[in-house]
């Protein structure tokens, strides 16, 4: 049974720092998958933060994270990891990570990040 496991997530005060993992197991070649981080604030449509293709050469963020946040993955340890910095209360939302191969594509459970003094 193929899975995501986010972790990471909690309170952190605006300007302070958070790492997210997401943990995959069933796999039979994780590194054979492109990975993604989403989010999704209240009331609002899930958004793309950042993606790292299958090798990890290749990376895209959105806008509002550029500078900030950096997304890595280990395929030794079917691990995709998302560091934010300099934290903003915008960035509050359930964060989501995504494997994708071609058509078939898998969701983890999502991790909540609330950015607030």
């Known amino acids: 049974q193929v899975q995501l496991v986010e972790s990471g997530g909690g309170l952190v005060q605006p300007g302070g720092s958070l790492r997210l993992s997401c943990a995959a197991s069933?796999?039979?070649?994780?590194?054979?998958?492109?990975m993604s981080w989403y989010r999704q604030a209240p009331g609002k449509e899930r958004e793309l933060v950042a993606g790292?293709?299958?090798?990890?050469?290749?990376?895209n963020y959105a806008d509002s994270v550029k500078g900030r946040f950096t997304i890595a993955r280990d395929n030794a340890k079917s691990t995709v990891y998302l560091q934010m910095n300099s934290l903003k209360p915008e960035d509050t939302a359930v964060y989501y990570c995504?494997?994708?191969?071609?058509?078939?594509?898998?969701w983890g459970q999502g991790t909540p990040v609330t950015v607030s003094s």
């Open positions: 995504k494997a994708q191969r071609g058509p078939f594509r898998i």
């Open positions: 069933g796999f039979t070649t994780f590194s054979n998958y492109a």
């Open positions: 790292i293709n299958s090798v990890g050469g290749i990376t």
